[in-house]
């Protein structure tokens, strides 16, 4: 009898930390260095900064942290005049969930039917009526929003821009990586994302004020973390007593620190990230020119770090049972329309947008790793199109 040749499982992702990664690791920690709070976290910082081309960067314990963290500086940093925002409907549960949680007044922009990131016409009608002093946005799957529009946008209408690059670890656009374009940017280092610290993310920013505002936020609030400057200007301002100061807090923070051991592991993933990237703009490219009967996500990005590949069918639940039957992993096109999930509509009600609905209904998507090979991505584009019916989204 034939031996059957079984194919090997496809799954979203794969770890970055490598057997050599861990023996490195090891001996580090049998070394006895400190674990947290120690010089790691402050080497990776400032490696990562250098990397992204940025002034500052804030190591913490995931890309949701960095979220809630860049967002509760700009509130606590009075930056803002009042607690209007703008968040896109397809993005993640935590891109938004701060903002309700800090009492923000959200309007959710429809998604741009190319890039689907923020649909300029949509963004334009909201700044005019909402009149927001803040927009997050989020860069779907690794590909740029229109960004010159929406930074010329955000200055006619007063509006601060945050950028969720949480999916978009190494693209770049305008000549700048994203997360790098607006007053800071969000980054995940969880297991599923372009590099791994198990758990982790990082917030960027060029603003000295917002950094100095997350360094003490991080934790608990209190100034230990802080320039030299910044710490004698609140201990003078409030009389505080060098002793006393050690447990005073100044804001009221919280603890979103990750560890030096989870730093050191982001030390050896940064040194690997530019392969990575590489690797999964040609799987982007292979994809997209094996699935042309399909929507092809595009965008105004020069290096693409795609996260996955994006697609819109008629037949989802088909596709998705058929590629598990073959051992392949697929998602729904992330969170597709955040205003139909149970914990927005709960308090909001339904928010029906036409383009994120289109997302909401038709999207999926593909693996996208750096050990995939592109013999990999033309299995998984084989076994795709044996099943799935194109839905075009009509971008007019
Ligand atoms: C756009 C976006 N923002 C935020 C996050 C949250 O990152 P983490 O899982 O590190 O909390 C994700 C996670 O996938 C994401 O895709």
Redesign the pocket.
């Known amino acids: 009898m034939p031996i059957l040749k079984k194919n090997k499982p496809i799954f979203l992702a794969d770890d970055t930390i490598t057997q050599p990664d861990l023996h490195e690791l090891s001996n580090w920690i049998l070394a006895g260095n400190r674990l947290t709070k120690a010089s790691q976290t402050i080497a990776f910082e400032e490696e990562f900064r250098e990397w992204m081309g940025s002034r500052h960067a804030i190591f913490t314990n995931?890309?949701?942290s960095s979220?809630l963290l860049m967002i509760y500086a700009l509130k606590e940093a009075g930056a803002l005049r009042n607690l209007k925002v703008i968040a896109p409907a397809v993005?993640?549960v935590?891109?938004v969930s701060p903002l309700m949680q800090f009492g923000f007044d959200i309007s959710l922009c429809d998604s741009d039917p190319v890039n689907l990131g923020l649909d300029l016409n949509h963004l334009e009608y909201l700044c005019k009526t909402e009149r927001p002093s803040l927009l997050i946005l989020?860069h779907v799957l690794g590909h740029a929003n229109h960004l010159d529009q929406i930074k010329e946008i955000c200055m006619r209408w007063d509006v601060h821009l945050i950028e969720?690059s949480?999916?978009a670890l190494g693209s770049t656009s305008g000549g700048k990586k994203l997360g790098s374009h607006g007053l800071a940017g969000s980054f995940?280092f969880?297991y599923g994302h372009h590099i791994s610290t198990i758990?982790g993310?990082m917030v960027v920013t060029d603003d000295d004020e917002l950094h100095q505002i997350m360094l003490s936020l991080r934790s608990h609030g209190w100034s230990r973390d802080l320039s030299k400057e910044k710490r004698n200007n609140l201990t003078s301002e409030n009389n505080i007593d060098e002793f006393r100061n050690l447990y005073t807090f100044y804001y009221p923070g919280f603890n979103l620190r990750s560890t030096d051991l989870q730093a050191f592991i982001g030390r050896t993933q940064l040194k690997k990230l530019n392969k990575i990237v590489a690797c999964r703009e040609r799987n982007f490219g292979l994809y997209k020119a094996s699935l042309s009967d399909y929507f092809i996500q595009e965008s105004p990005t020069e290096t693409l770090s795609s996260f996955a590949y994006g697609t819109f069918v008629k037949n989802r639940l088909e596709v998705f049972n058929k590629l598990k039957a073959e051992q392949i992993e697929c998602r729904p096109l992330?969170c597709g329309n955040i205003g139909r999930h149970p914990f927005w509509t709960r308090v909001n009600g339904h928010c029906d947008l036409k383009n994120a609905d289109i997302v909401h209904d038709y999207g999926i998507y593909l693996p996208n790793h750096h050990n995939m090979l592109p013999s990999d991505v033309e299995r998984v584009a084989e076994v795709f199109s044996s099943i799935a019916q194109p839905f075009i989204l009509d971008s007019k």
Do not use: L
């Open positions: 995931s890309g949701s979220n993005s993640w935590t891109t989020v969720d949480c999916e995940s969880y758990e993310g992330i």
